[in-house]
């Protein structure tokens, strides 16, 4: 989304890799143009563990070192300013920007909400016990209305990304939004008998009650969707009930956003793209979440500007577009091998 290039050419092909610095960004570009450029929320370029030769700073014990992220002030990226975390949900890695946001508004006991060393907390499910005043949506619209209070009032140009987490699983919300939508009155997709007869092997075994796809795993690295897909269908209706109460709470935080943009006077000269880097399965094809399953459902994603009196309201393209796209053709961000 940043770079303009694919896996195998930025360097970056799985989780656990590292997106490395020397690689040509937008935000770079935009910097040399004159732009002031902000990064709010999760950016996830780098892995949870280090290695021998690459130092990451989202991994442990780092990601948690609270003074070095009160002081962190540098480029990252080619954003001037970042404002980082790293988490789904309750999941453990809470840190950096987001932690200490939370301990300035009064939240000192986040690990409650944040359980070490999985961030799996047994005594909720659905309903996340964290008050929605900390949710991290939260923060991301506070901080991204903050940056735009600074763009209005240098005047000067400016690109900011408020990188949203949800919807995600775990699927945990707070309350109200959890009991949102009704599980009773939602419709599951099922897979087709016989669907996945001519596909590959791995399509196959997702519905096995317990694959083994130790053969897929031998590179050390974690791939998405390698298991069985097989639930309940009432607990895929619960999920999927509070799935659209996360995408609800984040669709009420960005609002907060554009109204912040327009009491500042940005919106008219404003481009504004919301789009994301996946999409997700709910029993479409008899799978669940994401993985190497390239069906629409996964690889069709929303993508909505506004650009008043430039992009027509409402208006529709059936162009042909990828996330490769979203980085223009500066010559700064063309491939490094061109």
């Not at 609270?66 to 453990?92: C, I, K, M």
């Not at 619209?141 to 699983?169: K, V």
């Not at 949102?180 to 092997?201: C, I, K, R």
Request: hydrophobic share 35%.
């Amino acid at each position: 989304m940043i770079t303009g290039l694919y896996p195998s050419d930025h360097g970056a092909w799985s989780l656990g890799t590292k997106l490395m610095e020397n690689v040509p960004t937008v935000s770079q570009a935009l910097g040399a143009a004159g732009y002031h450029t902000s990064l709010v929320g999760k950016a996830h370029f780098q892995p949870l563990q280090e290695t021998e030769q690459y130092r990451s700073l989202e991994s442990y014990p780092t990601l948690q070192d609270l003074d070095f992220w009160r002081s962190f002030d540098q480029p990252f990226y080619g954003f001037d300013t970042v404002r980082l975390a790293r988490n789904h949900a309750d999941e453990a890695h809470v840190g950096q920007h987001y932690a200490i946001w939370l301990e300035e508004n009064g939240c000192d006991n986040w690990r409650d909400y944040y359980r070490p060393p999985t961030g799996t907390n047994d005594r909720q499910k659905h309903l996340w016990e964290i008050p929605e005043k900390y949710h991290y949506n939260a923060w991301i619209a506070e901080e991204s209305n903050r940056q735009l209070d600074g763009f209005a009032e240098s005047g000067e140009p400016f690109m900011l990304w408020s990188s949203f987490f949800d919807p995600h699983p775990p699927y945990l919300a707070p309350d109200p939004w959890h009991t949102m939508y009704d599980p009773s009155a939602l419709t599951l997709p099922q897979v087709v008998e016989g669907e996945h007869d001519a596909n590959p092997l791995h399509f196959r075994m997702t519905q096995e009650t317990n694959p083994d796809f130790s053969d897929w795993r031998e590179s050390g690295f974690g791939i998405h969707g390698m298991h069985s897909h097989l639930h309940d269908a009432d607990q895929m209706r619960q999920n999927l009930a509070v799935y659209y109460g996360m995408i609800s709470l984040m669709d009420e935080y960005i609002g907060r956003i554009l109204a912040h943009l327009e009491q500042l006077g940005l919106a008219d000269n404003t481009l504004v793209v919301f789009t994301t880097d996946h999409g997700h399965l709910f029993g479409q094809h008899g799978m669940t979440a994401k993985g190497p399953f390239h069906y629409e459902d996964l690889v069709k994603l929303p993508f909505l500007v506004r650009w008043p009196d430039r992009v027509e309201a409402g208006s529709e393209s059936d162009a042909l577009l990828s996330l490769v796209d979203m980085t223009p053709s500066y010559p700064e961000c063309r491939r490094r091998d061109s």
